[in-house]
T-cell receptor, first 113, second 111 residues
């Protein structure tokens, strides 16, 4: 079984501030972890993913995430928020061998000037 | 052209009507998926298919059926639509790298 918990349905930051979106997962097998972004009226777009190897993963648009097995976490960060980062972000887990994704409920990122 | 297309993009229908949502992809992927998105609930898997002869139920398959007509086409049907099937529906595809690629979505309203 696998599950994802995203802490905070909404996160508000000021432009230029640090972005931190939290994701904790549960998986009975070694997980593959993903962050997707959804801009208004669009489908989901992959930001980054962790499968194996280096635990700090860099993605598009300056985002990165770190896989911490001991904390069962995969938090998403960006050093400096831009207005264009305003969107909904989804964390997802795939237990290796399962081949289907389980998504969290999403976190809406609001960026103010 | 988009790699994953969904038709229609918007649909309003009445309770009890049969509805078909279609998905086509040009990525050459074997795996295709149907999800629904509801506010505050994230995406939930309805059905998935790993090749033309393979169809599997997801987390919330009741009230839905699917057809994999070809490698590139995967349709979702609501045999008798009900209001709580009002949602945003996404099709996705994946190859061997685990990354799923999503279509633009179909917004379905059942009155």
């Amino acid at each position: 079984a696998q599950s994802v918990t995203q802490l905070g349905s909404h996160v508000s930051v000021s432009e230029g501030a640090l972005v931190l979106l939290r994701c904790n997962y549960s998986s009975s097998v070694p997980p593959y972890l993903f962050w997707y972004v959804q801009y208004p009226n669009q489908g989901l777009q992959l930001l980054l993913k962790y499968t194996t190897g280096a635990t700090l993963v860099k993605g598009i648009n300056g985002f990165e995430a770190e896989f911490k097995k001991s904390e069962t976490s995969f938090h998403l960060t960006k050093p400096s928020a831009h207005m264009s980062d305003a969107a909904e972000y989804f964390c997802a887990v795939e237990g290796s061998g399962y081949s289907t994704l389980t998504f969290g409920k999403g976190t809406m990122l609001l960026v103010s000037p | 052209d988009a790699d994953v297309t969904q038709t229609p993009r918007n649909r309003i229908t009445k309770t009890g009507k049969r509805i078909m949502l279609e998905c086509s992809q040009t990525k050459g992927h074997d795996r295709m998926y149907w999800y629904r998105q509801d506010p505050g609930l994230g995406l939930r898997l309805i059905y998935y298919s790993f090749d033309v002869k393979d169809i599997n139920k997801g987390e919330i398959s009741d009230g839905y059926s699917v057809s994999r007509q070809a490698q590139a086409k995967f349709s979702l049907s609501l045999e008798s639509a009900i209001p709580n099937q009002t949602a945003l529906y996404f099709c996705a595809t994946s190859g061997k790298t685990d990354t799923q690629y999503f279509g633009p979505g179909t917004r379905l309203t059942v009155l």
